[in-house]
C-alpha cells in the first residue's frame, strides 16, 4: 500500500514538473491569415508556443519583431524570451515558393497553466497575433464539434453547439467569446433572424468580452451593426 502510495506522488511530481501541452487549441482571431497555432507547453521554466507560417505569394518573408508579449487574462504582458525557427527583425525568413511553411516557436517566463491567453507582436505590419487562445481540453472539444458543423455548412447544429457553449462559460469572460458570440450573429443574420442577432449582439457588449472593439470592428466589415 504504501508503495503505491509513493508512486502516486512521484507521478503527480513528474507530472508538475513536465508541465502540460495543449495540441491545436482553439482561438477567437489571428494574424497573418495563413499563420497556424499547433501547440502551447506550459513547463515549470517556460511557456512556449508552436506555430506555422504559410507563404502564399512569391518572394515572401516573414520574421519576429522582439516586442512580442503573451498577454495574460488579467491584461499582463509578458515579453518574448527566446525565438525558434525564425529570425528576429529586421532579419527575415524568404519562402523559395508559395504553400512553402515555416515551424517556429516562441518562449515566454513560466505562467503555469492559464484559463486563456493571447500572443501579439506589436510592430509596423502583418504582425503575429492570436488572440483568446483556449488552454482547456474539454472546452476546445466542444468548439471542435462546433466548427466541425460550421465548416460543413451546417449552421443549425453549429449554432445549437456554439450557444450551449457561451452558456455555459459567458461568466468565465474566456478570450475566445467574442468570437463565439459574431458566429452565433453572423448564423442569425444569415438566417433573416435579426432580432435573434440583435438580442447576442447587445449581450455581446455587456458581457465584458475581451478584445470587444476587433470583434465589433469584425462585425462591421460583414456589414453588421446594431
Request: hydrophobic share 40%.
Amino acid at each position: 500500500m504504501r508503495k503505491t502510495v509513493m508512486m502516486t506522488i512521484m507521478a503527480a511530481v513528474f507530472y508538475t514538473a513536465a508541465g502540460q501541452s495543449v495540441e491545436n487549441p482553439n482561438y477567437g482571431l489571428k494574424s497573418p491569415r495563413t499563420a497556424e497555432l499547433i501547440r502551447v507547453d506550459f513547463n515549470h521554466d517556460a511557456t512556449v508556443v508552436w506555430f506555422t507560417i504559410m507563404s502564399d505569394i512569391n518572394n515572401a518573408w516573414f520574421c519576429i519583431d522582439r516586442n512580442t508579449f503573451l498577454v495574460r487574462p488579467d491584461g499582463m504582458k509578458l515579453k518574448l524570451t527566446d525565438l525558434k525557427g525564425l529570425p528576429y527583425c529586421p532579419a527575415t525568413h524568404k519562402f523559395k515558393r508559395p504553400g512553402e511553411k515555416a515551424t517556429f516557436s516562441l518562449t515566454f517566463p513560466p505562467t503555469g497553466v492559464l484559463p486563456w491567453f493571447s500572443v501579439v507582436e506589436e510592430c509596423m505590419g502583418g504582425c503575429l497575433s492570436f488572440r483568446g487562445i483556449v488552454t482547456d481540453r474539454t472546452l476546445n472539444e466542444k468548439l471542435d464539434v462546433a466548427y466541425a458543423f460550421s465548416d460543413k455548412g451546417d449552421d443549425l447544429n453549429a449554432y445549437n453547439h456554439l450557444k450551449d457553449f457561451i452558456l455555459e462559460t459567458d461568466s468565465l469572460n474566456l478570450g475566445i467569446e467574442g468570437s463565439v458570440y459574431t458566429s452565433l450573429i453572423v448564423i442569425d443574420h444569415r438566417l433573416g433572424r435579426p432580432e435573434a442577432a440583435r438580442s447576442w449582439y447587445n449581450r455581446m457588449l455587456t458581457s465584458d468580452t475581451p478584445d470587444l472593439g476587433l470583434y465589433l470592428e469584425t462585425l462591421k466589415r460583414e456589414g453588421i451593426s446594431y
